[in-house]
């Protein structure tokens, strides 16, 4: 059975950063592209980041240029999302997702406020 489990989330302030994880299961994970997708209150999901199997960033969205790394662990299963500097719009459910199919996790949300 596949599971995608996201962690990490929580309430940071304006100007700060966040590190989610992602965890996959009942998979190969090395051989899965993984996505990090994002649904702001009132908004529809946007792709924020996606990293491929070799480990490199091949998608990342114009509203985290510059603020955002996405790394991974074959020997964890996991993959990290890093957020910095990071603004209210940044206020979210973070989903993560196996590229290629509706294998979905079940989302984290982060608040930015003061």
């Known amino acids: 059975q596949v599971q995608l489990v996201e962690s990490g989330g929580g309430l940071v302030q304006p100007g700060g950063s966040l590190r989610l994880c992602c965890v996959g299961?009942?998979?190969?994970?090395?051989?899965?592209?993984i996505s990090w997708y994002r649904q702001g209150p009132g908004k529809e999901r946007e792709l924020v980041a996606t990293?491929?199997?070799?480990?490199?960033?091949?998608y990342s969205s114009d509203s985290v240029a510059g603020r955002v790394a996405i790394t991974r662990d074959n020997n964890e299963n996991t993959v990290y999302l890093y957020l910095d500097s990071l603004k209210q719009e940044d206020t979210a459910m973070y989903y993560c997702?196996?590229?290629?199919?509706?294998?979905w996790g079940q989302g984290i949300q982060v608040t930015v406020s003061s």
């Open positions: 997702r196996r590229f290629g199919t509706e294998d």
């Open positions: 990293i491929n199997t070799l480990g490199e960033i091949t």
């Open positions: 299961s009942g998979f190969t994970f090395s051989a899965s592209a």
